[in-house]
């Protein structure tokens, strides 16, 4: 029980993140695309294709959150020790996002102000997510599991390339679900936006993994050690083949689901590659799942509230999207 609670914790912690970033981040999406909205009506529409179900969606985020608190509490103080700047620029965003979100739609004379705090809140959010997970990848000097860095220890010229990258990856997301989920000039605008999104997209995804050998986080090292590339090679390959059906599905009309169903893999395909590279550690390069762990007791009695949990957020995430699938259209309303 000792070894394998620590993996499964591991697990559900990965599977939590992942899908707050699927599924929070096309709404994040939509309001880095919001300045391309044509006006203010446009933007009402693009906004009314998440507003039933995007508050849900950061119920993956606390899943995420307090799973690593009880899980893996050393590694919990050490990423918020190392990272609370990142993660309040973070919180505060999603909070200027969430305001805004609620609040435009009733305002009248002030709708356009909070029609930029949309805008900026989710940019920002995406960018401090994007660094977090640079300076996770980059690794963080640790001297008896205890951080050595300073308050700026996150700041490089990787996490700066990596948040700007996943603005860019919400951005996709936010666009090709608006091909799913729109008609009429609202599509044609995503489609427009979508084609040299996919390319900048790609374009960084490469950058990122040219970066990683000039790191001291080893990711790049377990690829290559003992015969690992020959098992681990299919997922940049799968990436690659991707990226080639996301561009080609982007040129044909009347497959509005395809271009979001290949985003969601894409995003799906690069997950498993970091969880890949960094395996076992959960703060690299060297605090390890074990390492991190609380007690085999803690993590059982926490576990017995996950089984509670977990089918009920699946459910109703199931439920609501489910419930509101389909076109949106452009005269609907939210209250």
Not at 27 to 55: R, Y
Not at 194 to 203: E, K, Y
């Amino acid at each position: 029980m000792a070894y394998w609670l620590p993996v499964l914790w591991f697990g559900v912690i990965g599977f939590g993140v992942l899908m707050y970033v699927l599924l929070d981040g096309f709404v994040l999406g939509l309001g880095i695309l919001a300045p391309f909205a044509e006006d203010e009506h446009q933007l009402d529409h693009m906004m009314n294709t998440a507003a039933p179900i995007w508050d849900g969606n950061e119920t993956w985020l606390v899943l995420g959150g307090t799973g690593l608190l009880a899980a893996f509490p050393k590694a919990y103080a050490v990423v918020l020790s190392a990272l609370y700047l990142p993660v309040l620029l973070m919180l505060i965003a999603l909070v200027f996002r969430g305001v805004a979100f609620e609040f435009r739609f009733k305002a009248h004379r002030s709708k356009p102000a909070w029609g930029a705090a949309f805008a900026l809140g989710s940019m920002f959010a995406a960018f401090a997510q994007g660094v977090i997970l640079g300076a996770l990848v980059e690794g963080m000097p640790l001297q008896g599991g205890k951080y050595m860095g300073g308050a700026f220890g996150w700041f490089s010229p990787f996490s700066m390339l990596t948040g700007v990258a996943v603005v860019f990856g919400y951005a996709l997301l936010g666009s090709t679900w608006l091909i799913l989920k729109t008609e009429g000039r609202t599509q044609l605008i995503a489609r427009t936006l979508t084609r040299p999104l996919v390319l900048v997209v790609v374009a960084f995804m490469g950058l990122v993994s040219a970066w990683l050998p000039f790191l001291d986080s080893r990711i790049m090292a377990r690829w290559f050690e003992s015969g690992n590339f020959w098992w681990l090679a299919p997922v940049p390959v799968l990436a690659l083949i991707n990226a080639f059906a996301l561009w080609q599905a982007t040129m044909k009309q009347g497959r509005d689901a395809a271009p979001f169903l290949l985003t969601l893999s894409f995003f799906v395909l690069g997950f498993a590659g970091l969880v890949l590279g960094i395996w076992p550690n959960i703060v690299p390069p060297s605090l390890t799942i074990w390492d991190a762990a609380s007690p085999a007791s803690s993590q059982g009695f926490v576990g017995v509230g996950l089984i509670v949990l977990l089918p009920a957020i699946l459910g109703y995430t199931w439920w609501s999207y489910s419930v509101f699938k389909g076109k949106v259209a452009a005269d609907a309303g939210y209250h």
